[in-house]
């Protein structure tokens, strides 16, 4: 019996024998160069592929980081910017961390409803095909888009509108591209007055459409000791480069729409 | 024999309630908001002030591209605004008359064009470019969209019945355009008998016109449902009527046709059908274009706290709107009023493939649905999404109550807004 077994055992070692070599040839002709680097910094990075960076995912900011391509991840913090500078043998300039806020305050009640909406819960298509139910033309519209895309789970709707957690925000961006009506924006996080409302309906009507409604009287521009407020189309904005954050502004809005993060 | 497309479509009740009675002209509103966007392409240009005097029928606002229109008063009065795109003109005075377009020694698309003609099927494609196709001597057959499919709605069915002789006179007209010779082919429901037997005995002596009865089946005025029907052909995706010889006028448009070349009208009036469970008499009106739904509602005796819903055009494929003081545009042809609205609950996708039996075009709806909701543009391409036009009845059949053509349509605009941006 082990005569007649012994010719095929002995083939069959061969066979072995010759794909090992043939694979111990092809693993040192083909062998792709990697960059060590690459996966050490793919190692410090967050692994959430949020796009905040401008790239597909964090193993594409890897790389082009390794290519030389000036780059920042906003979502790590300052400490794990400054390792992976380290590991490209670079310096690492600091920018400014920035946090998503939403610029407009009315929730259901607070901005009234002049119309039903009956069209699915979606903030794209309620823009595409003529608003909510809320009568001001430039409100959030409270379906929900920016919490789909947040890959951090920053964003609820609460009371038909978004509110983003500030302990969970990594700045990464994504919501401000989707937010049908612009109305959320990134601003540094050292800065923590703002003014949550983007209308540009005239105070009288703007005042009708909802309660919380900036009415640009100027008491917070005449105020501030900067000059960092100005009335962009019909309601305050904060000029971020002149704010000094001495919080005067708050005091002096009559209708209380100036707040802090 | 009955004409119709080869599968799926649905029947909801015809509703016709205003398909007896005679078209009637609505009184002139004392002030009109005339739009400048009434047309696919690019919007109109105001080429007048604030304070200007106007008479009916002048040019108001000029094309700004090749795919474009001219906007027409529908009054003699002033121009008291002139904002957000549409022009607003208070009545000076009531006039019979209006400013002839002056249409001698002109082709049929230079006066269409003048007369500011855009299809009054609903999508407003200007026709002095639609019967201008590239090559029109590859122009074989002609189909007059008098289907009618959508519920209620009566205007087109009303004017081949009233106004017969001058539709056959505009049809015609149009023919003779093409030096091809196209064959003209009617497409009338069944439901609308009248209509098909009226034509039928006018056309007794015509050889290249004939009334085509169509099964009485949504959405069977579909340009493509229609050309699949009668002559059997399909267009392709991406592809128009008349890449495969093929040109579809509406019956509105062809009336309109009529009276610019024979009496020299430019488009400043629309023939609407009023209807709904808010009124009690449904009828077909003529209405200025501009006219604010406020004053229709106010002339047709409507009890504005009874409204709940208002549609533009059919209740099928048209638009709901919510602001009563926005003036209706030339493409109009149908404003429903409504007091009961449907807020549905969608609940998860059955698979239960409704949506796919009922579509004519042979696409998965739910399918689109499903990408919608995650933004999956390339799935959604690959399979054929912008063929879809969007005329609901995947969104009618659905027992999950799904609203599917709303998904498919956000997709599409998603679709379109990442080419434009790419280019």
Known sequence: ?261 | MLFTFKKGGVHPKDSKYSAKKEIVQLKTPDYVQINLNQHIGAPAKAIVKIGDSVKKGQVIAEPTSFVSSYIHSSITGQVSKIENNFIKIDKTEESEDYIKLEIEGKNLSEIVKLAGIVGKGGAGFPTHVKISPQNPETIDSIIINGAECEPYLSSDHRIMIERSLNFIEAIKIVQKHFQSKPKVYIGIEINKTDAIDKLNKLLANETNIVVCPLKTRYPQGGEKQLIQAILKREVPTDKLPFHIGVIVLNVGTILAIYDAVINKKPLFETTVTISGDCINEAKNYIIPVGTTLNYIIEQCLIDKNKISKIILGGPMMGNSVSDTSLGINKTCSGILFFSKTLSLNERDCINCGMCADVCSLGLIPTKFAKFSKINNMEDALAHNIMDCTECGCCSYICPAKIEIVQWIKLLKNNIRNKKKDGK
Do not use: W
Request: aromatic share 6%; charged share 20%; hydrophobic share 35%.
């Open chain 1, 1 to 261: 019996m082990f005569t007649t077994i012994l010719p095929a055992i002995i083939v069959l070692v061969l066979l072995s024998l010759l794909s090992a070599l043939i694979l111990s040839y092809a693993n040192k002709k083909f062998k792709v160069e990697l960059d060590p680097r690459v996966s050490e910094i793919l190692k410090k990075l967050p692994g959430a592929n949020c796009g905040g960076c401008g790239y597909a995912g964090c193993s594409a900011f890897a790389e082009s980081s390794v290519n030389g391509v000036e780059g920042v991840c906003p979502v790590t913090d300052e400490k794990t910017k400054a390792l992976i500078a380290k590991i490209l043998g670079k310096d690492c300039s600091s920018k400014e961390k920035t946090q998503a806020r939403v610029y407009c305050s009315g929730a259901t009640n607070i901005a009234k409803d002049n119309k039903a909406y009956d069209g699915i819960k979606d903030c794209v298509s309620a823009k595409a095909f003529g608003g909510s139910s809320k009568a001001c033309a430039y409100a959030c519209y409270g379906f929900g888009t920016c919490v789909k895309i947040c890959p951090f789970y920053a964003i609820t709707i609460e009371n038909g509108l978004a509110v983003i957690n500030k302990n969970k925000c990594t700045g990464c961006g994504l919501c401000v591209d989707v937010c049908p009506q612009h109305l959320i924006r990134l601003t540094d996080i050292k800065k923590p007055v703002f003014i949550p409302c983007s209308t540009q309906n005239k105070a009288v009507i703007s005042k009708k459409n909802c309660d919380a409604s900036c009415i640009a009287c100027m008491k917070c521009v005449k105020e501030c000791p900067s000059q960092a407020i100005s009335i962009i189309n019909s309601h305050a904005v904060i000029d971020y480069t002149k704010c000094t954050d001495c919080k005067k502004c708050i005091s002096v809005c009559p209708v209380k729409i100036i707040r802090e993060v």
